[in-house]
T-cell receptor, first 111, second 114 residues
Framework: QQPVQSPQAVILREGEDAVINCSSS?????VHWYRQKHGEAPVFLMI?????EQKGHEKISASFNEKKQQSSLYLTASQLSYSGTYFC????????????FGGGTRLMVKP | NAGVTQTPKFQVLKTGQSMTLQCAQD?????MYWYRQDPGMGLRLIYY???????DKGEVPNGYNVSRLNKREFSLRLESAAPSQTSVYFC?????????????FGSGTRLTVV
């Protein structure tokens, strides 16, 4: 079951904030966030584990609501370099579950 | 600082031809994966290898086979290419489950089947 991301696209001016949401229909062990620029590979940003542990980019923040099976990525004081497509990847609670990726959120930051 | 290396970067095949996509990682990761990404879409898992010597099907395995040659290398084979397999293929690797489970992706192989 693919997680659902919202919004599908967002346009910001430099310095504005954005929130990207990821929602799953299954119980989760972890949520990952990745950014992909056009024509490039996805790049790991952050992982959030059930129980509260998290690790990632120092300028990125995110939350994980285990009960609601939802995660949000917070992009504050956006820069031009934040432009790209953001994907969440979710991992179920059963051992051996691989990441399932959402459809992506396109973010464009304009000067 | 190689990380995950994929070859080739681009390939055009005729329907029915076969080819193998190569992937190698130098991070001593146990797990490796093959994903495909269609235009404007997310990533879909084709096959994965949780550890050396094991491989398992993902979401879209039909038309593909894989080999985990050793801990470093994980190849993807298309036996008889079809136009529906036109896509960008990404190989990735990771540590085992836990806080260091973030995936490192290769730069991708852009495959066109005509």
């Amino acid at each position: 079951q693919q997680p659902v991301q919202s919004p599908q696209a967002v346009i910001l001016r430099e310095g504005e904030d954005a929130v990207i949401n990821c929602s799953s229909s299954k119980a989760l062990y972890s949520v990952h966030w990745y950014r992909q620029k056009h024509g490039e590979a996805p790049v790991f940003l952050m992982i959030l584990l059930k129980g509260g542990e998290q690790k990632g980019h120092e300028k990125i923040s995110a939350s994980f609501n285990e009960k609601k099976q939802q995660s949000s990525l917070y992009l504050t004081a956006s820069q031009l370099s934040y432009s790209g497509t953001y994907f969440c990847g979710t991992e179920g609670t059963h051992a051996g579950n691989m990441l399932t990726f959402g459809g992506g959120t396109r973010l464009m930051v304009k000067p | 600082n190689a990380g995950v290396t994929q070859t080739p970067k681009f390939q055009v095949l005729k329907t029915g031809q076969s080819m193998t996509l190569q992937c190698a990682q130098d991070m001593n990761h146990n797990s490796m994966y093959w994903y495909r990404q269609d235009p404007g879409m997310g990533l879909r898992l084709i096959y994965y290898s949780a550890s050396e010597g094991t491989t398992d099907k993902g979401e879209v395995p039909n038309g593909y086979n894989v080999s985990r040659l050793n801990k470093r290398e994980f190849s993807l084979r298309l036996e008889s290419a079809a136009p529906s397999q036109t896509s960008v293929y990404f190989c990735a690797s990771s540590e085992v489950r836990g806080i260091n489970y973030g995936y490192t992706f290769g730069s991708g192989t852009r495959l066109t089947v005509v």
